[in-house]
C-alpha cells in the first residue's frame, strides 16, 4: 500500500506510526506544506495521514497551501471515500471540509489527559471506555454534521474523535515518541499555549507526565493503526 502524508512543520510527523507503517511494508510520501511542496495527485495513493500544525485552519492568507491541502483533502476523503486520518490540525480540517466549524477553546487543553470512547465499531475497536492521551490544542471542532459520527469526547472538548465515510479525526495525539514534547516546546506557538495553560515551569512536569504514560500511549497507538487499517 501507499500512503500520502501531509506535514505542516517537519518535528509534527506520524511519530511512531513510521514504525508501523514500515513493519508493513507501506511505502510513505511525504508532503511538507510549509516548505512549498505541492500535493501529488491522489488517485495513487490508498490513505491519506494529515498531521498537526502551529497555524490554524482560517489562516489561509498567513499559509497560502491551507486552501488548497483542504481541497485535496475534500476529494480524498469525501469524493474518493478513502481511509483518511487526521490528527489535530489534521483532524480539524477535515471537520471544516465536511461542513463542520472550528472554534477556539475557552482553555486550551493540554497535558495527559482523560477521553471517553463513546462508538468502538471501527478506530476504537477492542480498546476500553477512557483512554489516556496527549492533548495541545486551542482550537476545536465544533458543529459537525448529521453524516458525521462523533466517537470520543472529554469534559473540556467535545468532538474528540469523530468519522466520516472511511475518513477519521482525532482531535488528540497519538504518535508520540520520548521526543515528541522536546521538540514541540521549541515552537514558539506550543511553549505560548503550555505556560498560558499550566504556568511558568510547567513543561518539565509536562514531560515527565508524558513520558510516565508514554508505554501505554504507543500501545494504543498501535491498536488505533491497526484499526484504522481495517476500514480499507
Not at 511494508?25 to 512549498?36: A, F, K, Q, S, Y
Not at 486551542?138 to 472511511?166: D, H
Not at 511558568?200 to 512536569?205: F, I, R, T, V, Y
Request: charged share 25%.
Amino acid at each position: 500500500m501507499k500512503f500520502l502524508v501531509l506535514q505542516h512543520i517537519p518535528i509534527e510527523h506520524p511519530g511512531i506510526f513510521r514504525d508501523f507503517m514500515k513493519k508493513d511494508n507501506i511505502e510513505i510520501h511525504t508532503v511538507e506544506l510549509d516548505e512549498g511542496e505541492t500535493i501529488p495527485d491522489l488517485k495513487s495513493y490508498d490513505a491519506m495521514i494529515v498531521m498537526g500544525g502551529p497555524m490554524d485552519t482560517w489562516q489561509e492568507e498567513e499559509y497560502s497551501w491551507l486552501k488548497p491541502e483542504k481541497e485535496s483533502i475534500y476529494e480524498f476523503a469525501c469524493i474518493q471515500k478513502k481511509p483518511y486520518l487526521g490528527l489535530c490540525l489534521g483532524a480539524q480540517l477535515l471537520g471544516e471540509v465536511i461542513g463542520g466549524e472550528v472554534k477556539k477553546m475557552k482553555i486550551p487543553e493540554i497535558g495527559a489527559l482523560t477521553i471517553d470512547i463513546s462508538n468502538h465499531e471501527t478506530i476504537f475497536k477492542n480498546m476500553p471506555n477512557k483512554i489516556k492521551v496527549l492533548q495541545w490544542h486551542s482550537y476545536e471542532v465544533s458543529n459537525l454534521p448529521k453524516e458525521a459520527n462523533l466517537l470520543a469526547s472529554s469534559n473540556k472538548c467535545l468532538v474528540q474523535a469523530f468519522s466520516f465515510n472511511k475518513a477519521f479525526g482525532l482531535q488528540f495525539h497519538v504518535e508520540q515518541t520520548e521526543n515528541t514534547v522536546p521538540q514541540w516546546s521549541c515552537v514558539p506557538e506550543y511553549k505560548l499555549a503550555l505556560e498560558e495553560t499550566l504556568g511558568d515551569g510547567a513543561l518539565e512536569k509536562f514531560e515527565k507526565d508524558i513520558n510516565y504514560n508514554l508505554i501505554d500511549f504507543n500501545k494504543k497507538a498501535e491498536q488505533i493503526y491497526n484499526n484504522f487499517l481495517q476500514v480499507f
